[in-house]
C-alpha cells in the first residue's frame, strides 16, 4: 500500500487506453497455403494496456486513481470501459470521439512466444475538441489530485 503523507494518494492518470488482447494456443502443424504456423486458440485474455497498465499497477499499490483519456465510438470502447469499471475506475474523464478507433493490440501466442502481434487503432492525434475538452475536466479537478502521470 502506498501512502502520501499519510493517506491513500488520489492519482490522476492522463494518456492513452488501450487493450492488451492475447490469444494461448500450441502450433503442431504449417500452413499447407503458405509457409506460416497454424496455431489451434485454447484460451484468450484481454487486460488494460497503455496507460491502463500504469493505472492497473497503481490500484495494485492502493492508490485511487481518475483516469484521463479519450477513446473512440466502438465496441473496443465498450471493452475498455467494462475492464477500468472491474477496478472500481469511474470513466466520467474518458471522451469519446466518433470515427476514431479505440487502440486494441492483439498477440497470438504459442508455447510460450509470441508469434504475430495486430493491432486496431487510430494513430492520429485526438481532435481540438476533445483535447479542450479533456483540459478542462483536468483544469476544474486539478486540485484534487496528490499526483499527475501523463502517459
Known amino acids: ?3 502520501l503523507k499519510g493517506k491513500t494518494p ?3 492518470v492522463i494518456g492513452d487506453l488501450m487493450i492488451d488482447h492475447y490469444l494461448w494456443g500450441v502450433c503442431e502443424r504449417i500452413s499447407p497455403e503458405a509457409p506460416v504456423q497454424i496455431v489451434s486458440i485454447e484460451k484468450e485474455t484481454s487486460v488494460l494496456g497503455g496507460a491502463g497498465n500504469v493505472i492497473h499497477n497503481l490500484i495494485a499499490l492502493g492508490a485511487k486513481i481518475d483516469v484521463f483519456s479519450v477513446l473512440g465510438d466502438d465496441e473496443n470502447a ?3 470501459k467494462s ?3 472491474r477496478l472500481d475506475i469511474s470513466t466520467k474523464h474518458i471522451g469519446i470521439q466518433a470515427q476514431r478507433l479505440t487502440s486494441k493490440k492483439s498477440r ?3 508455447s510460450g512466444q509470441q ?3 495486430y493491432d486496431k487503432e487510430t494513430t492520429e492525434s485526438i481532435d481540438i475538441e476533445q483535447e479542450s ?3 478542462a475536466q483536468f483544469t476544474q479537478n486539478i486540485s484534487l489530485y496528490d499526483v499527475v502521470i501523463c502517459i
Open 108 to 110: 497470438i501466442i504459442s
Open 83 to 85: 475492464l477500468l469499471h
Open 1 to 3: 500500500m502506498i501512502e
Open 133 to 135: 475538452q479533456l483540459i
Open 10 to 12: 488520489h492519482i490522476a
Open 78 to 80: 465498450e471493452a475498455l
Open 115 to 117: 508469434i504475430l502481434r
